[in-house]
């Protein structure tokens, strides 16, 4: 369990965190969301214990084990496997003593802790996490120096996955990931045994993998129970009924104020003027809703519409070296008005198929017709590092229009999303949703018939996500579009083509048969239906025979179930209430004897579990022989 109590932090004078509380239960799967500098990470910090608090506490069981996904990726000469296996430290300290231990009683008890913790299986636990994160077996086996930063950010998150932390932290973990390491990550977060914390921009990330949101807002966290669609739409119930309430209460206030005004001064109203002077001043007002609104994106329409198809390929191929395509056999189109989404696991040339379309690398063999006047645009998020990072917003798009006035270059700036704070302020003072959005304002300044986007979500918040979806729907040229935001595929493009063996073809599906053939969802079902057809009725009568001889040993069981699940009701009922901040602040007693009984609870849940584990495999043992 996770308890924030009283919190406050301040980092460089600012105020991030202000008197905020919560409670997250052990095995709570949360998802942290706000706007970007309202200080989630810095939270994070807080919670590891590398920034101090100025008020308040953080509480967790003692000996919990915290994972978040180390700063700086690993270079070193050691094979994939070896770094992610050395991240239970644990086991590679007991595998390293039974190496060397000599006493017979020490050996026995390393081998026993080794069983204990599943050790015997580490190394396959390693590689299919790894697996799931795109690395084949050959690549599992190569040192991390031959790989690039983004795909060492993978191991890194592959190394505290293993460790499996009792307390799971996430910062953006889908940053460094494709498409295909996204649907991966989700299934596995969803599975995870222990309490997870996940700060995340991906709405469907959101949505499937945890079952909470804890919103940082105006300097406070406050817990909400569902997905993020399900926050979204309560949070919204949640302000209208605000606003509701408060111009209710501004027109009570406004009536006893006039009354007030009017009488104050006449003997026979006298007393009752007083009386609502002291009801006004008893009535706490209800504050108006502080609007935080994302910045809309404004893409320039294109200059002139040329005719379709706007490219079009015939048995090309194309790469960094002759005579070794990356891509090869590619035959297909591109019209006017189309909007295509590229699939496929990274390194398997989606953006160097990109790189073709815009003209940044030349055919090897096959011809490529583009439309006469073509304009090609295209955001890659590694184009960050070629903004000049002295420069300005201002003083970037001056280059792109010298002999505009000074009103017409901030009114280009606005509509890339800046505002006039940050107009005049230097790249490199960006964040990293700013400088996304300067960049995709300069890509896109000249308005391009084709715009390319390689994922361009990274740094951008879900509002911006969204701004940034309505601004491609309503840009009239083609989007060719790589990203491993799903709501952002889903909601701009029709047509998926799947980047895969050297080839570029289309994909007959949605994002959901994508996704089940990702995850093997579609081969397990196949393959449980083919062994539910395979002898059912000799099965159903063992099984049958099985189940009468064991029947007092079930009622048992389920005797169990039925008094852990009373437990367990009652527990999520005080942790409801102890996730109120107010109960400490006007029933302290309260809250400690609530603390003190889900404490007993608690203990009296886990030895009612052990009967139930002891008995469950006494039962599972009888059914199987």
Same mark, same amino acid.
């Given at each position: 369990?996770?308890?924030?109590?009283?919190?406050?932090?301040?980092?460089?004078?600012?105020?991030?965190?202000?008197?905020?509380?919560?409670?997250?239960?052990?095995?709570?799967?949360?998802?942290?969301?706000?706007?970007?500098?309202?200080?989630?990470?810095?939270?994070?910090?807080?919670?590891?214990?590398?920034?101090?608090?100025?008020?308040?506490?953080?509480?967790?069981?003692?000996?919990?084990?915290?994972?978040?996904?180390?700063?700086?990726?690993?270079?070193?000469?050691?094979?994939?496997?070896?770094?992610?296996?050395?991240?239970?430290?644990?086991?590679?300290?007991?595998?390293?003593?039974?190496?060397?231990?000599?006493?017979?009683?020490?050996?026995?008890?390393?081998?026993?802790?080794?069983?204990?913790?599943?050790?015997?299986?580490?190394?396959?636990?390693?590689?299919?996490?790894?697996?799931?994160?795109?690395?084949?077996?050959?690549?599992?086996?190569?040192?991390?120096?031959?790989?690039?930063?983004?795909?060492?950010?993978?191991?890194?998150?592959?190394?505290?996955?293993?460790?499996?932390?009792?307390?799971?932290?996430?910062?953006?973990?889908?940053?460094?990931?494709d498409l295909e390491g996204t649907l991966w990550l989700e299934n596995y977060v969803a599975k995870y045994p222990h309490t997870?914390?996940?700060?995340?921009?991906?709405?469907?990330?959101?949505?499937?993998?945890?079952?909470?949101?804890?919103?940082?807002?105006?300097?406070?966290?406050?817990?909400?129970?569902?997905?993020?669609?399900?926050?979204?739409?309560?949070?919204?119930?949640?302000?209208?009924?605000?606003?509701?309430?408060?111009?209710?209460?501004?027109?009570?206030?406004?009536?006893?104020?006039?009354?007030?005004?009017?009488?104050?001064?006449?003997?026979?109203?006298?007393?009752?003027?007083?009386?609502?002077?002291?009801?006004?001043?008893?009535?706490?007002?209800?504050?108006?809703?502080?609007?935080?609104?994302?910045?809309?994106?404004?893409?320039?329409?294109?200059?002139?519409?040329?005719?379709?198809?706007?490219?079009?390929?015939?048995?090309?191929?194309?790469?960094?070296?002759?005579?070794?395509?990356?891509?090869?056999?590619?035959?297909?189109?591109?019209?006017?008005?189309?909007?295509?989404?590229? %699939?496929?696991?990274?390194?398997?040339?989606?953006?160097?198929?990109?790189?073709?379309?815009?003209?940044?690398?030349?055919?090897?063999?096959?011809?490529?017709?583009?439309?006469?006047?073509?304009?090609?645009?295209?955001?890659?998020?590694?184009?960050?590092?070629?903004?000049?990072?002295?420069?300005?917003?201002?003083?970037?798009?001056?280059?792109?229009?010298?002999?505009?006035?000074?009103?017409?270059?901030?009114?280009?700036?606005?509509?890339?999303?800046?505002?006039?704070?940050?107009?005049?302020?230097?790249?490199?003072?960006?964040?990293?949703?700013?400088?996304?959005?300067? %960049?995709?304002?300069?890509?896109?300044?000249?308005?391009?018939? %084709?715009?390319?986007?390689?994922?361009?979500?990274?740094?951008?918040?879900?509002?911006?996500?969204?701004?940034?979806?309505?601004?491609?729907?309503?840009?009239?040229?083609?989007?060719?579009?790589?990203?491993?935001?799903?709501?952002?595929?889903?909601?701009?493009?029709?047509?998926?083509?799947?980047?895969?063996?050297?080839?570029?073809?289309?994909?007959?599906?949605?994002?959901?048969?994508?996704?089940?053939?990702?995850?093997?969802?579609?081969?397990?079902?196949?393959?449980?239906?083919?062994?539910?057809?395979?002898?059912?009725?000799d099965r159903r009568r063992e099984a049958a025979q099985r189940r009468a001889a064991l029947e007092p040993l079930a009622k048992?069981?389920?005797?169990?179930?039925?008094?852990?699940?009373?437990?367990?009701?009652?527990?999520?009922?005080?942790?409801?209430?102890?996730?109120?901040?107010?109960?400490?602040?006007?029933?302290?007693?309260?809250?400690?004897?609530?603390?003190?009984?889900?404490?007993?609870?608690?203990?009296?849940?886990?030895?009612?579990?052990?009967?139930? %584990?002891?008995?469950?495999?006494?039962?599972?043992?009888?059914?199987?022989?």
């Amino acid at each position: 369990m996770l308890i924030i109590n009283d919190l406050s932090i301040r980092m460089a004078g600012r105020l991030l965190i202000e008197h905020a509380s919560l409670t997250l239960p052990a095995g709570t799967k949360a998802g942290l969301v706000g706007r970007n500098g309202t200080g989630k990470t810095t939270l994070f910090r807080a919670i590891t214990g590398e920034f101090p608090a100025e008020t308040g506490s953080i509480q967790m069981p003692r000996n919990t084990r915290i994972g978040q996904v180390a700063q700086e990726a690993p270079g070193t000469e050691e094979p994939l496997i070896e770094i992610v296996l050395a991240a239970d430290t644990e086991r590679a300290r007991l595998v390293a003593e039974e190496r060397t231990a000599t006493d017979p009683d020490r050996i026995a008890e390393i081998h026993m802790r080794l069983a204990d913790i599943d050790a015997h299986s580490a190394e396959a636990r390693a590689a299919t996490i790894l697996a799931g994160l795109g690395f084949d077996q050959d690549a599992q086996r190569r040192p991390a120096s031959s790989f690039s930063g983004g795909w060492r950010m993978r191991v890194a998150l592959a190394a505290v996955l293993f460790a499996e932390p009792d307390l799971l932290l996430l910062d953006e973990p889908t940053n460094y990931l494709d498409l295909e390491g996204t649907l991966w990550l989700e299934n596995y977060v969803a599975k995870y045994p222990h309490t997870v914390l996940l700060i995340s921009h991906d709405r469907d990330l959101l949505n499937r993998a945890v079952s909470s949101i804890v919103h940082l807002d105006q300097k406070k966290l406050t817990f909400w129970r569902g997905g993020y669609d399900q926050f979204e739409r309560q949070r919204a119930e949640q302000q209208a009924l605000q606003e509701k309430q408060r111009t209710k209460q501004e027109a009570a206030r406004k009536h006893m104020q006039a009354f007030v005004d009017r009488f104050r001064a006449k003997a026979s109203k006298a007393r009752q003027a007083q009386s609502r002077i002291k009801a006004l001043e008893r009535m706490a007002p209800i504050a108006a809703l502080v609007r935080d609104d994302a910045k809309p994106f404004h893409f320039p329409e294109p200059v002139k519409t040329v005719a379709s198809p706007i490219v079009a390929i015939q048995g090309g191929a194309v790469g960094y070296q002759p005579g070794k395509p990356v891509l090869k056999q590619l035959t297909l189109r591109i019209d006017a008005d189309d909007r295509i989404a590229l %699939l496929g696991a990274n390194g398997n040339g989606k953006s160097t198929f990109a790189k073709l379309l815009s003209g940044r690398l030349p055919m090897e063999t096959g011809t490529k017709t583009v439309a006469p006047g073509l304009k090609v645009s295209m955001f890659a998020q590694h184009q960050l590092d070629d903004l000049r990072p002295e420069e300005s917003p201002i003083e970037h798009v001056r280059r792109m229009m010298p002999d505009a006035p000074e009103p017409k270059v901030r009114a280009r700036v606005a509509q890339m999303g800046l505002g006039t704070d940050k107009m005049s302020t230097a790249a490199k003072d960006l964040s990293g949703g700013e400088k996304a959005r300067l %960049l995709m304002g300069l890509s896109a300044f000249e308005g391009p018939n %084709l715009f390319i986007l390689d994922e361009p979500t990274n740094h951008l918040d879900i509002d911006s996500r969204q701004e940034l979806v309505e601004a491609l729907n309503e840009f009239p040229g083609a989007v060719v579009l790589i990203s491993h935001d799903r709501h952002l595929i889903e909601a701009t493009v029709d047509r998926l083509w799947l980047v895969r063996d050297g080839r570029v073809a289309p994909f007959e599906g949605d994002l959901t048969d994508y996704r089940q053939e990702i995850l093997g969802d579609a081969g397990d079902r196949r393959e449980r239906r083919e062994a539910d057809r395979a002898s059912k009725a000799d099965r159903r009568r063992e099984a049958a025979q099985r189940r009468a001889a064991l029947e007092p040993l079930a009622k048992q069981i389920k005797a169990t179930e039925a008094l852990m699940e009373r437990l367990r009701k009652r527990i999520d009922g005080i942790e409801t209430k102890l996730a109120d901040p107010q109960l400490y602040e006007k029933q302290p007693k309260a809250a400690s004897d609530l603390a003190k009984e889900r404490s007993d609870l608690s203990t009296a849940l886990a030895s009612h579990e052990e009967t139930w %584990l002891s008995l469950s495999a006494e039962y599972e043992e009888g059914m199987a022989e």
